[in-house]
């Protein structure tokens, strides 16, 4: 069978672009599949672990025979990456990109984008705190939520394509519009780290020289560990989703001021019905995520 | 050999409770393990799995020929079972508990207790989200810390023949005065589920509806899977922890408030900087817990 696409290149071999490397190519989504980055020793990792075909440092020299083009380097450099391959991808080539966040990223690309060439903004929900190629597993996206952000100016046949190279890697896939993309992922996933980095830095201040940390048990373990995840591609999520962030660390502040009230006026048959809702929601965001 | 303790009376044979029961039988440390509570259920569950030799509702005839008594019910009713359970002990006989809070079950006890029966404060640092007997195993004990609280008015002999059953059950036993073990338990374990519980709440504020919560992933799931954790025993930790825990909200609401002004000021650089701190020393926390 024809491979959905001939030659993909991916920008960016870490956990997310190399998965799809891996992936599309036991799956036969792409005939060839060429890593592109700045990192030599990633680079040639994603070689030796089979994640591409060809590895390169020059963007320039091979985009000039892809059919789609995968942006996964850091969110905050995809736009710029997508702007100077589309200036030797050739006619008709699709581009799409594995960014955490979406709005800033679509609309820069759509101003400034060729009409020869067709982006539609991707992002596989499929993160974990690790990072680079040595990370990368074939399996990532099966059973995960991949999220397209088409808008009106998006090419009918690049989004169904796209569609369908995500569906073919096992994602279950969602149309969404940017903006609404970015502030569900501020509430679900932004605001999550950032109170796993803060929760860990408050830590941190009260117990200066570690003494009480090593007393830490599996609740403190689990709801800290995304506070290991990468400082800079947080960094870049932070500051590129600034404003929805910004809301769900507002309403975030108001429910712990209410809890903390809850406690200081004794009203704990309050305080424990609110507990009660909170597990039960809990318990049945499990059920969307088996 | 002979047994550590010829007769155990365990009140509240759940998580905490029925691991003990069972992990000492299996030890050897206990001649005979009695099982006290008030669900028949669940006592019939505790029988069925072999967690305890037998079971009562009757705290008052079984506790006659015990030369221990371990509660592990919620930790609010701790030093009234406790006290109870006293008025039937024989002399001599040693008492100890598991609960997370220590300072107020350990003042009163000590006040109200007759001279000839000995109380230490325990607290395994062993817990899940998961609760009742169903959730007891064995092993629950091994490679984790127990904190004890002794004060001056505890019995040395009770002192180290407890520390003596928690040590032979695998855990690291600790000395802890009891304030200073709930000042650092506010901070590693009441404020991240409290930070837990508060997430949740914000998320369905944000998403009464439940659409998005769909596309929540593995860092999601593992930061709020404590917000799952049992209301009641949460309601009971939270009033009674209330000042150590009130003061490290506090911390936790600075540390946001200042993460938030980074971003409402464009400060990434510094920002970034404090999420490295935090990587840093949430990987180091790792080392803490193996």
């Not at 440092?57 to 059919?67: F, I, Q």
């Not at 799409?96 to 609309?107: A, L, P, Y």
């Not at 939520?145 to 096992?170: C, F, H, R």
Request: net charge neutral; glycine share 8%.
């Amino acid at each position: 069978m024809k491979p959905l696409f001939e030659h993909i290149v991916i920008a960016g071999v870490g956990l997310i672009g190399g998965s799809l490397g891996i992936a599309g190519k036991k799956a036969g989504v792409f005939g060839k599949v060429t890593g592109v980055g700045r990192k030599t020793a990633n680079l040639e990792l994603a070689l030796e672990k089979g994640l591409v075909d060809q590895v390169s440092t020059n963007l320039a020299s091979v985009c000039h025979n892809a059919d789609i083009f995968f942006a996964a380097t850091p969110s905050e450099s995809i736009s710029n990456v997508c702007l100077e391959a589309a200036k030797y991808l050739p006619d008709q080539c699709v581009i799409t990109d594995g960014g955490s966040v979406k709005k800033e990223i679509v609309v820069k690309i759509e101003k400034e984008l060729p009409n020869n060439i067709h982006f539609i903004g991707g992002h596989p929900i499929a993160g974990t705190e690790k990072s680079g190629a040595g990370a990368a597993i074939e399996t990532l996206f099966q059973n995960r939520y991949t999220i397209l952000t088409p808008t009106k100016n998006t090419d009918a046949k690049a989004k169904s394509k796209v569609k369908e190279m995500w569906q073919t890697l096992g994602s279950d896939v969602r149309l969404m519009d940017p903006e609404e993309h970015d502030q569900a992922m501020a509430v679900i996933s932004h605001l999550p780290h950032f109170a796993a980095y803060a929760l860990v830095e408050t830590i941190l201040g009260a117990d200066p020289s570690g003494e009480i940390q090593r007393f830490v048990a599996g609740g403190f373990n689990d709801t800290t560990r995304i506070a290991a995840s990468d400082p800079k591609m947080w960094r870049d999520i932070f500051s590129m989703n600034r404003k929805p962030l910004l809301k769900s660390i507002e309403q975030f502040e108001q429910s712990i001021t209410s809890f903390k009230e809850a406690i200081l006026n004794d009203e704990f048959d309050k305080l424990q019905n609110r507990l009660k809702l909170v597990k039960t929601a809990r318990k049945s965001m499990d059920d969307h995520c088996k």
